[in-house]
């Protein structure tokens, strides 16, 4: 499959997210970037030719390409699903952006066809990655802010008020949750690795029906998590994990380059900074990169059974709140 241990890999999708993964491949090891996909054919040539990419091809092309080993699926989550599918179907390992799915059934099969064709799938939870967020998680490990007790996190940007858009558009999947909020609800998983025992939830919609703003309580027995998204306006977007002793704080969690620990009286004790000069997807490529040299169908950070919890929790989450798409069964 593989050609001098190298991954052959492809985009799908030229948007926004599809320009991070390429300005970041110049980092990886072991790989190529081959080709790039767009709905747009134009578009597609476009990219290829500013990030030197040898081809630029259609969907389908990409499908039935016997050059490529990987695809970055970096299109809207609307369209996750059925291009994941056929790139699995097709033999190609996956790295989906997040959510990978729209619904936990979605993933459910995009898992058994992983399995069944022993093909790597992984959501690409970049914040998993990150340098801040791990050693959060390191100092956590450590005792530093003694027994984890709260999580708060807020991811809130306010997005154009175009009602014909894709966010505001309940047939493509939109709202706040699953553009937003998967970032809160995911972090809240990685720092308890538990499933929410109790999950409340409360949210706004907006006249075509998505979620606008929306609260979220999860209860994880000795720890409670209190998770806010929405698309009307810009909150502090700040993650903090408060211990009996201390607290660890992440400005733009997201995203982070830093994190600072206090102690319980509020004190600066200890702070972490990274020096990375990528946009910091590279940390999730590699890793990806690695495990589909090693031969594995899933990641031990981000593995199937974590991405399903996950959409089985924002399934629930929107179902407390009567979020339905048109498109999924009764």
């Given at each position: 499959?593989?050609?001098?241990?190298?991954?052959?890999?492809?985009?799908?999708?030229?948007g926004?997210?599809?320009?991070?993964?390429?300005?970041?491949?110049?980092?990886?090891?072991?790989?190529?970037?081959?080709?790039?996909?767009?709905?747009?054919?134009?578009?597609?040539?476009?990219?290829?030719?500013?990030?030197?990419?040898?081809?630029?091809?259609?969907?389908?092309?990409?499908?039935?390409?016997?050059?490529?080993?990987?695809?970055?699926?970096?299109?809207?989550?609307?369209?996750?699903?059925?291009?994941?599918?056929?790139?699995?179907?097709?033999?190609?390992?996956?790295?989906?952006e997040?959510?990978?799915?729209?619904?936990?059934?979605?993933?459910?099969?995009l898992?058994?066809?992983?399995?069944?064709?022993?093909?790597?799938?992984?959501?690409?939870?970049?914040?998993?990655?990150?340098?801040?967020?791990?050693?959060?998680k390191?100092?956590?490990?450590e005792?530093?802010?003694?027994?984890?007790?709260?999580?708060?996190?807020d991811?809130a940007?306010?997005?154009?008020?175009?009602?014909?858009?894709?966010?505001?558009?309940?047939?493509?999947?939109?709202?706040s949750?699953?553009?937003?909020?998967?970032?809160?609800?995911?972090?809240?998983y990685?720092?308890?690795?538990?499933?929410?025992?109790?999950?409340?939830?409360?949210?706004?919609?907006?006249?075509?029906?998505?979620?606008?703003?929306?609260?979220?309580?999860?209860?994880?027995?000795?720890?409670?998590?209190?998770?806010?998204?929405?698309?009307?306006?810009r909150?502090?977007?700040?993650?903090?994990?408060?211990?009996?002793?201390?607290?660890?704080?992440?400005?733009?969690?997201?995203?982070t380059?830093?994190?600072?620990?206090?102690?319980?009286?509020?004190?600066?004790?200890?702070t972490?900074?990274?020096?990375?000069?990528?946009?910091?997807?590279?940390?999730?490529?590699?890793h990806?990169?690695?495990?589909i040299?090693?031969?594995?169908?899933?990641?031990?950070?981000?593995?199937?059974?974590?991405?399903?919890?996950?959409?089985?929790?924002?399934?629930?989450?929107?179902?407390?709140?009567?979020?339905?798409?048109?498109?999924?069964?009764s």
């Open positions: 499959m593989h050609t001098k241990n190298k991954i052959r890999w492809a985009i799908l999708g030229a926004k997210i599809a320009n991070a993964f390429a300005k970041d491949f110049p980092f990886m090891q072991n790989a190529d970037l081959v080709a790039v996909a767009s709905s747009d054919l134009e578009r597609a040539r476009n990219f290829a030719k500013e990030y030197n990419i040898p081809k630029a091809l259609s969907y389908d092309e990409l499908y039935n390409s016997h050059e490529i080993d990987a695809v970055y699926i970096a299109t809207t989550h609307n369209f996750h699903f059925e291009q994941a599918l056929k790139c699995l179907q097709n033999g190609k390992a996956v790295l989906c997040k959510p990978i799915t729209v619904n936990d059934s979605e993933f459910k099969k898992a058994a066809v992983s399995k069944e064709k022993n093909v790597f799938l992984m959501e690409a939870m970049w914040t998993y990655f990150l340098p801040a967020i791990k050693k959060a390191q100092w956590l490990g005792g530093r802010i003694g027994k984890l007790k709260v999580i708060q996190a991811f940007v306010p997005m154009e008020k175009n009602y014909e858009g894709r966010v505001y558009n309940l047939k493509l999947a939109g709202g949750l699953l553009d937003l909020g998967v970032y809160p609800v995911s972090l809240a990685y720092f308890t690795d538990m499933v929410p025992v109790e999950i409340i939830a409360s949210g706004a919609m907006t006249q075509t029906g998505v979620d606008e703003r929306l609260g979220m309580i999860f209860q994880y027995g000795d720890i409670t998590a209190n998770l806010f998204t929405a698309i009307t306006t909150m502090t977007n700040k993650l903090r994990l408060f211990g009996e002793e201390g607290y660890i704080e992440i400005h733009d969690f997201w995203r380059r830093s994190a600072k620990l206090f102690d319980q009286d509020y004190n600066l004790t200890d972490f900074d990274d020096d990375r000069t990528s946009h910091g997807f590279i940390f999730e490529m590699q990806a990169n690695d495990m040299l090693d031969g594995k169908i899933e990641s031990p950070v981000i593995p199937h059974s974590r991405s399903n919890n996950i959409q089985e929790t924002m399934t629930e989450v929107r179902k407390q709140i009567g979020l339905k798409y048109p498109f999924e069964n």
